[in-house]
């Protein structure tokens, strides 16, 4: 999916846990070492400043969304590792919470994402609401895969969800949909209106 590059802000410091943090930087590093690109190589090929991926390997900041997705198409890496880091956490009980749009907005070219309950960065699942922009199928490069599952409610207007294997879908406000999020798919309005989704990925 093309992804929109705005200006890196220095909003990336943000602190996150070390071993989430840690397992951010080792992947990240691993991923393009596998590759044999220089430092240079790959910021250049994710956009980003060589500071910024020296430190994201370093386990010196957090990374934005958007920059998570740049590391994520320029290194093939699944998404959902990157967002999720790991399930497992020595935290029995664990609580976060969004107040009514107070999400951390993130926008794509094809849709406009409120990310919600982002304190947790050892979580199992990614929870956003996505305002859906994109009006044609045409608009998307290439299908969407990532590793794992995918549920999705509508809130308002219609949509189409396409995905490989299956014809077109048409779902209108209250309609469910969840399946496999390897499996190539993308989603468009058909409304004259932008739908809104609500979507959770779960990491497989």
Known sequence: MEIEHPEDTGRDSEPQSPPAMAALGQMVREARKKK???????????????????????????????????????????????FLQSGQSD?????????????????????????LCTELTSKSMVPYISRITARDISEFPDWIRHQGEEFMYVISGTVILHTEHYRPLEMAQGDSVYYDSGMGHCCISSSAEDAVVLWVSLER
């Open 36 to 82: 044999g690109w220089t430092l240079e190589e790959a910021a250049g090929r994710a956009g980003i400043g060589r500071s910024t991926l020296s430190k994201i390997e370093n386990n010196q900041t957090r990374p934005s969304f958007d920059i998570v997705r740049r590391l994520t198409e320029a290194l093939s890496l699944k998404t959902p590792n990157l």
């Open 91 to 115: 935290i029995s009980g664990r609580r976060d919470v969004t107040r009514a749009g107070q999400g951390e907005p993130k926008s794509t070219s094809t849709y406009a994402h409120e990310l």
